[in-house]
């Protein structure tokens, strides 16, 4: 990263954090030495630059910088409405997967929710999920069985969790778990938004046999709180075109099958 400003003319802080937003968009990632190098001021200045993006939203910080930081996400209803927009092509492929008479993981969110809408009508499988959005859609299609985890509704994701959702998981071995993903970055792995999610998500991955997930060109490059398990916990990823290929070629390292 280099320094475009006079090299005796001091940035101002926003003049700053705009040049370490443009190294996380760049690189994915920032070294707070390197930083304070390029940019001439100290470590700790750098340090209180990255506190303020991370109070911002712009950033999380990891040991010696930071990360993007993937954007809280709005409450699901206005999520689905957006996932209508993901390629049909990459919804119509994940739904593929399912075979007759498999058992089939479900997590919320807006893009399972679409997914939902690809899947035959006369496919006959047995769906599980704590989505209460998803389990309606679901609901619709006539020879599909499905069953709702209990537990805590988390308002945000309508979704059930806590002990509950997690214990009765744990009783089902499904053929495919399709994972909701809310950021995934090359270095740090499939992240989320709250303990409760990050319980969920392992629980759901834990207890399936492939696990598949649709991942918008958005979600690459991006840092959670929450780490959910590095890229290898995906058996299948249906990824965008418009995506980071050095994202996709890590997925691909790892041993997940991208299409």
């Known amino acids: 990263m280099h320094n475009t400003a006079s090299p005796n003319l001091e940035l101002f802080p926003i003049e700053r954090r705009e040049l370490i937003l443009q190294g996380l968009s760049s690189h994915g990632k ?22 303020q993006l991370v109070a911002e939203g712009l950033a999380r910080r990891v040991h010696g910088g930071a990360l993007p930081a993937a954007p809280f996400p709005r409450p699901v209803a206005e999520r689905s409405a957006q996932a209508a927009a ?10 593929a997967l399912i075979q007759s008479k498999n058992v089939v993981v479900f997590d919320g969110g807006g893009t399972n929710h679409e997914l939902v809408r690809w899947i035959p009508r006369e496919l006959q499988f047995t769906a599980v999920t704590p989505s209460l959005p998803v389990a309606t859609a679901l609901s619709e299609l006539p020879l599909v069985e499905v069953i709702v985890l209990g537990g805590k509704i988390l308002g945000r994701e309508l979704v059930t969790t806590g002990a509950r959702a997690v214990k009765e998981i744990n009783d089902f071995r499904a053929d495919i778990c399709y994972l909701g993903v809310c950021a995934v970055h090359r270095q740090v792995g499939v992240s989320t938004f709250s303990v409760e999610e990050l319980e969920l998500k392992q629980a ?11 991942i918008s060109a958005e979600k690459f490059g991006k840092m959670a709180p929450f780490v959910v398990g ?30």
């Not at 916990?233 to 041993?255: C, H, M, W, Y």
């Open 30 to 51: 920032v070294i707070a030495a390197d930083l304070a190098n390029s940019l001439r001021v100290s470590v700790d200045t750098i340090r209180r630059d990255l506190n």
């Open 86 to 95: 993901i390629k049909s092509d990459l919804a119509e492929k994940a739904a």
């Open 204 to 214: 759901l991955i834990r207890c399936a046999g492939t696990v598949a997930a649709i």
């Open 230 to 259: 590095p890229s290898r916990i995906l058996t299948n990823a249906f990824v965008e075109s418009e995506a980071d290929p050095k994202e996709i070629e890590q997925l691909r390292i790892d041993g997940v099958c991208v299409a």
